[in-house]
Structure formats: structure tokens, C-alpha cells
């Protein structure tokens, strides 16, 4: 069982910068994929960022350029930086992990086994 821990949320002004952090209390052996979610009040979650053992990062469409996910696999732990951010980034994101591999054709949809309980983010 994978547990999540995320933090670094916070208010942030309109263009400003915030890290997310994301620490697992371990990782499987074998492939994995984590990512990044968001959700804003009266809105769907939305997939941000995600980053598997292999392969390149993936990012949405709407915080490429952006953001920046990555990892530190002695700390177990997953980063997003948020630079130049704007209001409608505002939500609470969360941390998700999967035993399956990050593949640009599913990594967006939310079907990961464990979830962090979130942190909130606040772009005024």
C-alpha cells in the first residue's frame, strides 16, 4: 500500500511561483506512473502533470510550458513547480501513483490506485 503525503500549498499572486512536493512512503519495484491532478470548486479534476519511471514528462495542454514535474527517487518524493500562474489555476491538486507505466494515451484518465489527500493552491 502506497501512501501519499502532498505539501507547498498555498496563496500565490497572479504570475507568481509555488512547489508542490509529493512524498510516497515507497514506490513499487517495477514500473510506476505519478502524476498530478487539480480539481477547482464546481469543476471536473483535471490531469496536470505526470511522470513514470520511464519515458518523458507529460503535461496538459493548459500548464505546458508552465510547469515542471519531476522527482527524487532517494526522497521517493514527486515535485511540480508552478511558475507564472494564473487565477483559473486555482484548485486543490493532488498527488497520484500507479503499478502501470505513464503512457501519453492514459496517463491523463484517473484510474490511479493511491491519492495524497491534496493541498491547496490560491492564485490571486
Known amino acids: 500500500h502506497v501512501q501519499l503525503v502532498e505539501s507547498g500549498g498555498g496563496s500565490v499572486p497572479t504570475g507568481g511561483s509555488l512547489r508542490l512536493s509529493c512524498e510516497a512512503s515507497?514506490?513499487?519495484?517495477?514500473?510506476?506512473?505519478m502524476a498530478w491532478f487539480r480539481q477547482a470548486p464546481g469543476k471536473e479534476q483535471e490531469a496536470v502533470a505526470g511522470?513514470?519511471?520511464?519515458?518523458?514528462?507529460l503535461y496538459s495542454n493548459s500548464v505546458k510550458d508552465r510547469f515542471t514535474i519531476s522527482r527524487d527517487n532517494a526522497k521517493k518524493s514527486l515535485y511540480l513547480q508552478l511558475n507564472n500562474v494564473r487565477p483559473e489555476d486555482t484548485g486543490m491538486y493532488f498527488c497520484a501513483a500507479t503499478g502501470n507505466g505513464c503512457y501519453s494515451g492514459s496517463w491523463a484518465q484517473p484510474s490511479y490506485s493511491y491519492w495524497g489527500q491534496g493541498t491547496q493552491v490560491t492564485v490571486s
Open positions: 515507497t514506490l513499487p519495484k517495477s514500473n510506476y506512473c
Open positions: 511522470l513514470g519511471r520511464y519515458g518523458s514528462p
